[in-house]
């Protein structure tokens, strides 16, 4: 019985997205953040924007294409409040009971859903908030962009 119940856990966790939230330092431009997508992604357009869906808050929106997709990742870099208690507004606008991942920690925050033909990444720590959507695999896009930052030294934590 504990070797089926086991199995059971490992393929429901297998279509989920869990991973280390890595962020850049904190010393990054929030341009400079969001132009670090590499693997073959070009950049379309960089500009900046009053929010995104509930976020009411000035940021970056990048327009990412490879191959037939194509990637939106906005950017958010918070002074002084925390990115948290925004990232809670994107779960909430989506609902958290059909979020492919759902990671709620004290210092970072994961989250992915698939939901009327549209995909949505989004996670924070530290002072950073990043949201990817794409129609087709954002969570691909997200992991490549978290190896990166990973990469520079950004900032990790589950």
Excluded: H
Excluded at 17 to 44: D, E, H, K
Excluded at 65 to 80: A, E, M
Excluded at 83 to 100: L, M
Aim: proline share 4%; glycine share 8%.
């Amino acid at each position: 019985m504990r070797k089926i119940l086991l199995l059971l856990v490992v393929l429901s966790l297998s279509s989920c997205m869990l991973r280390p939230v890595y962020v850049p330092p904190s010393a990054y431009s929030l341009t400079s953040a969001l132009r670090l997508a590499q693997n073959g992604y070009a950049l379309i357009f960089l500009e900046e924007i009053d929010g995104y869906g509930p976020i009411a808050k000035k940021g970056l929106v990048a327009s990412y294409i490879r191959g037939d997709s194509s990637y939106l990742l906005y950017g958010f870099k918070f002074l002084g409040e925390s990115p948290k208690d925004y990232w809670k507004k994107v779960t909430k606008q989506y609902g958290t009971w059909n979020s492919r991942t759902y990671i709620d920690l004290p210092n970072s925050g994961l989250y992915s859903v698939a939901k009327e033909g549209k995909y949505v990444v989004a996670w924070w720590r530290d002072v950073w908030l990043f949201v990817v959507e794409s129609s087709s695999n954002a969570e691909k896009f997200a992991n490549e962009l978290m190896d990166v930052f990973a990469r520079i030294g950004g900032a990790s934590r589950w």
